[in-house]
T-cell receptor, first 114, second 113 residues
């Protein structure tokens, strides 16, 4: 079984500041890792994913994340945020075989202040 | 760009009534999923469906829930006798064979009174 912990429920930052949203996971098997974004009143949109290979993955809207196997972490970063980045961000894991259901973290609400 | 669609966007029902939530997955996808998100809580997996049968389900997915692919395009979630605690946003997702990304629909907000 897998589990995901997002350490911060809310993160307020000023526009153009850098941000890091933290995610830790646990699993007894190999996993794929994902970050999804949910804008107000919308569905879930994939930001980026780690399947294998390079531990630094780049996604849409200038976001990137680094997979750290020893620390079982997959933190999301952006060097300079915009008002439009205000949203809920979900970290998720799946197994690499079978149905590959997603197990989500609690979510982090990112609020950008002008 | 192809997308997953869901209808209705919002459904209000009385406790004990049956509801059917509808989803149209992306056309060449063969893996289908239902998730739910109770207000203020995390997104939870309900069920996955492949090759016309359930491939995995969670503890939430009890006998009150069922899924069906009635034709070549629709994928439905039925709740036979709704409870207050079924109030949530329900998301449908689909995935292509050989790929790892699940594409999500916009969700159906179910309100049980």
């Amino acid at each position: 079984a897998q589990s995901v912990t997002q350490l911060d429920s809310q993160v307020p930052v000023f526009e153009e500041a850098p941000v890091e949203l933290r995610c830790n996971y646990s699993s007894s098997v190999s996993v794929y890792l994902f970050w999804y974004v949910q804008y107000p009143n919308q569905g879930l949109q994939l930001l980026l994913k780690y399947l294998s290979g390079s531990t630094l993955v780049k996604g849409i809207n200038g976001f990137e994340a680094e997979f750290n196997k020893s620390q079982t972490s997959f933190h999301l970063r952006k060097p300079s945020v915009h008002i439009s980045d205000t949203a809920e961000y979900f970290c998720a894991v799946s197994g690499t075989q079978g149905a590959q259901k997603l197990v989500f973290g609690q979510g982090t609400r990112l609020t950008i202040n002008p | 760009e192809p997308e997953v669609t869901q209808t209705p966007s919002h459904q209000v029902t009385q406790m004990g009534q049956e509801v059917i939530l509808r989803c149209v997955p992306i056309s060449n996808h063969l893996y289908f999923y239902w998730y739910r998100q109770i207000l203020g809580q995390k997104v939870e997996f309900l069920v996955s469906f492949y090759n016309n049968e359930i491939s995995e389900k969670s503890e939430i997915f009890d006998d009150q829930f069922s899924v069906e692919r009635p034709d070549g395009s629709n994928f439905t979630l039925k709740i036979r006798s709704t409870k207050l605690e079924d109030s949530a946003m329900y998301f449908c997702a689909s995935r292509a064979t050989g790929y790892n990304e699940q594409f999500f629909g916009p969700g159906t907000r179910l309100t049980v009174l």
